[in-house]
């Protein structure tokens, strides 16, 4: 079986729900600003997250945290199928206070584990993409998104809302806000390693120790996530490329389908049904 993907958008929660099959390699490093809750269906899907190679197997569950670095890849010739639920952290985060009434104003909801097996939990998660996925009654999607979410508690803990997050190296905070702050320029490395006050190969040294990813690889990431936001808005890949400070549309598009096994198009027209 070849490799496919199957996604779509949800208009009124921003839910994107993805179900996609892959063979050998599946996508490089990256990561997304929503929350990931999905499960394998059938075969081993293997990748490499907070420093872990993990292995979910048939019924297991993956719970990726925006900005969770995470790749995929199939090591065994049957490949691997899972579907998954992108949440929006806005909307994630309302719907956990709600259900708890005692959630600390000053932190954020966090998953306890990147893998796990909960039958349960793996049960609510394929209720819940099939409700969504399959564009159910707004009552049937409703009920089946609160009885995820309500299984879903039995792996969460609160994290402390920290900014800047003392965890980090103090250079490897500055180059972030450095990088976001100037994210669709032709930044040299020099540049960032001045703004912080250390020559290039330390300041490598601390992102990658605090990041896991270079510099340069850190900045393309962040270009992706805010492409795909644009996108799902419609904006044209051209424009988005442009915005982004990448070369061109086939820039932008060479790293999207790296990362995304899709093109930027084809992700605009499935979030959008506007044509390409």
């Not at 929503?34 to 979910?56: A, P």
């Not at 996108?231 to 820039?251: C, N, R, W």
């Amino acid at each position: 079986m070849s490799n496919w993907i199957d996604l779509k958008q949800h208009a009124d929660t921003g839910i994107e729900s993805v179900r996609a099959h892959f063979v050998g390699h599946a996508y490089d490093p990256h990561w997304h600003d929503s929350f990931l809750v999905g499960v394998t269906e059938q075969g081993v899907q293997q990748f490499n997250c907070r420093r872990v190679r993990h292995q979910s197997t048939a019924g297991q569950v993956f719970l990726l945290e925006p900005g969770d670095l995470h790749d995929g890849h199939a090591p065994t010739a049957e490949g691997f199928t899972y579907s998954t639920l992108y949440l929006e952290p806005t909307w994630l985060e309302a719907e956990m206070r709600a259900l708890f009434e005692q959630a600390p104003t000053d932190s954020l909801p966090s998953f306890a584990d990147t893998l796990c097996q909960d039958q349960r939990l793996a049960c609510a998660t394929a209720m819940a993409f099939q409700a969504v996925h399959g564009l159910e009654l707004r009552i049937v999607r409703q009920t089946a998104m609160d009885t995820l979410l309500a299984t879903l508690t039995g792996h969460l803990h609160w994290r402390k809302r920290l900014n800047p997050d003392p965890r980090l190296p103090i250079i490897a905070q500055r180059a972030r806000d450095f990088l976001h702050a100037y994210f669709d320029q032709d930044i040299a490395l020099e540049q960032v390693a001045q703004a912080c006050g250390v020559d290039r190969f330390r300041l490598t040294r601390a992102f990658k120790a605090a990041y896991g990813l270079a510099p340069h690889a850190y900045l393309i990431q962040l270009r992706l996530s805010k492409a795909r936001r644009l996108l799902a808005k419609g904006k044209l890949p051209a424009d988005v490329a442009m915005a982004l400070g990448f070369a061109d549309q086939s820039h932008l598009g060479r790293w999207f389908r790296r990362a995304y096994r899709l093109t930027p198009a084809d992700y605009r027209r499935r979030c959008t049904n506007l044509p390409d």
